[in-house]
């Protein structure tokens, strides 16, 4: 038996419905709160991450022109632009925001299996963006040294933030990482454990198991960040020397000897490599439900697509190195690591030719969640090209640490999973707050943004082609920068920049549509899955009032021949649809 | 990082291989009235199982990492070995013996017998507490012959993995405490039950992580 029945469960579950103010929108232990408590803090403090941003691209498309960033705001601004976005943001707001939103929802559960620790890992992280942004205001200020933190470079004396920023950055993580697998356990467990009646695996819809492999990843690659945090941290505060190697800082001799940087790395990208993918199957999840729900139809290859999932899910942990060919490797590890990661494109590219058979003879409605699918479509293939080239070793000994990475990575880990936050944040916002948003000011939200970042990340390539590195505060005068890449540069930092006002436009949506949106029916999209069949919306505590929903299809009976809807929720009996979908065969 | 892909290749190939196990033969968008009779878990156990089971994966991983670590930055030409003090072996038996007494306590648990309960226990808890200051001790006798943590990596992550060794114990004892003081006060078997099957569950594997690391020390 692949599945253990149970008599109806509901009862194991506790109910408490929460009455005071405090209970129930700061303390809070409903998956709904929670969701929107992570997502909430994700997006301030991404919205700092994006200010960072727009400071130092006004120092590289203006250099000198701007007294108040030196060198070493410079660094410093990159350095927590890059951690604030991989982790703080993106991580948290797709397991943490959508994760805590969407599984028990989708999965017919009355909230998270341990609601308690959950209302935990939201204070925890809570606790962390608070050590993170402290480290701006401590002696010596954040660090500065790259996001990935590389010793000896992050603790050495001459880089910024090496007294109390780094130590700070690093114990940030260390509590992040708390936060995220007591998160973790939660979203594991509640997916294995408490679906609803009929709602067997293959009938959740692809987001939820985005996000659950995703969690699995972060669990298990979330410690080798721990583990390298750590030991850095004992070399900066105790003087061990597990990473750091003999040498000479500011003129002396320092007391560390031995050490091995590269071991550094390889704990980092362990830890790394995984990260990319515990922000982009979430994604991949999601912007599958969105396609689906817009083109009404059915995913195209849905069982290929969860098994895309869990491959990508397993290969992710033996790419790592692919981010090391510089830093001296033995030629056959490189020449193992190039393979794996061009294996890992093939259940990607799959992906992808699915989205895009989805869309094919699909009833196309071109809503904002839609616009911003399928514009995840193109900046993903976009991205994922680039980073075939890099994933040579011989293609990436040249572009290695040039604009041509920066570009790839923002294409494919920035940019994509960003416009499907924006998908998904539309998609769900009616029933999140009960009110519809302003659809007009999602559209020009969506091509400001889309066209934005294309103007600002094109010309990146071709600045890294040219050789232009990167994590540079002023190029000065070169030989091999021509007068036109140096425009270039100030056209994208004005990208940039309009593309951080646009984000305003978003804001005001959704803050303004709290108040005087249309209110929302319970399932504007006419969508199938559970989340859109709750009793009230926004749902109330408990999710389904008296009886818990009862699964009888998977999530993507869209225009099947011969319903008389278009839409078949998932709640509907076969009995009570005359014709199906069977095999595709007309009985 | 052999160790750690070996371990991690083990847990990932473990999920996948059960979640193709549910998908292979698995058509959704056929309307299948058997899956309607489906409901609730994938796992025939308590929830609170499952996510100790999951735990566990994650403290793995951060252990194998950590050995990972070790062996890697044992090659470098500046290790010196360390001698262990004998004190650990004693250690190591009082954590052994914790464990079965954490078994039998669980034993005695499942079959509601009280009386067994209550001290079983108290002493499983009390051996773990000698354990930790038994580690601590042979902290204090390193100290005393100038084997600092920085002075050499050997030595460095002698103390990182006992003490990330002893904060997992430290954890586990925070739960037993719980359980003990609600036995104390008169509680029955049957309300702590669950805490006490799944705390020999970690113990067990807090003393398997605690011979790898020792075997690790001792050999190397």
Redesign the interface.
Known sequence: MAYVSFADRDHEQEHHDPDTFITKYVYSQDHKVIAIQYGGLAIFIGLVGMLLSSMFRLQLGFPETFDFINPENYYQFVSTHGMIMVVYLLTALFLGGFGNYLIPLQVGSRDMVFPFMNMLSVWVYALSVLILIASFFVPGGATGAGWTLYPPQSISPGTPGTDLGIVLMLVSLAVFIVAFTMGGLNYVTTVLQARCKGMTLMRMPLSVWGIFMATILGLLAFPALLVSAIMLLLDKLIGTSFFMPAMMAAGEVTEYGGGSPVLFQHLFWFFGHPEVYIVALPAFGIVSDLLSVHARKNIFGYRMMVWAILAIGGLSFIVWAHHMYVSGMNPYFGFFFATTTLIIAVPTALKVYNWVLTLWQGNIHLRTPMLFAIGFIFTFTHGGLTGLFLGNVTLDLPLSDTYFVVAHFHMVMGVSPVLVVFGAIYHWYPKMTGRMYNETLGKWHFWLTFLGTYSLYLPMHYIGFLGVPRRYYAMGNTDFMPESAVTLNASMTISALIIAATQVIFLYNIFVSLKKGEIADGNPWKATSLEWLTPDTPPKHGNWGHELPVVHRWAYDYAVPGAEDDYTPQTVPASEVSVGRDHGIDH | ?YI??IL??V???T??WW?????LS??????Q?V???????????N?KT??LI??L??AA??FA??IS?YT??ME????RPLTEPTLLWANTIVLILASIVYHWTRNAAIKGNDARVKPGLTIAGALTVLFLIGQVVAWQELRAIGAY??NN?AN??FY?LTA?HGLHMLGGLWVWARSTMKVWTGAGADSVRLSIELCTVYWHFLLLVWIVLFGMLLST
């Open positions: 990082m750690t892909l991690l290749g847990i990932m190939a999920i996948i979640l193709l196990r549910q998908t698995v058509q959704p968008w056929v309307s009235t899956d309607d009779e489906v409901s609730g878990a994938s796992i025939d156990a929830k499952v996510g999951t735990f994966a994650v991983s951060v990492l950590f670590a890697i930055r470098e030409p500046d290790w943590a920085a990596p460095g992550f990182l990330v």
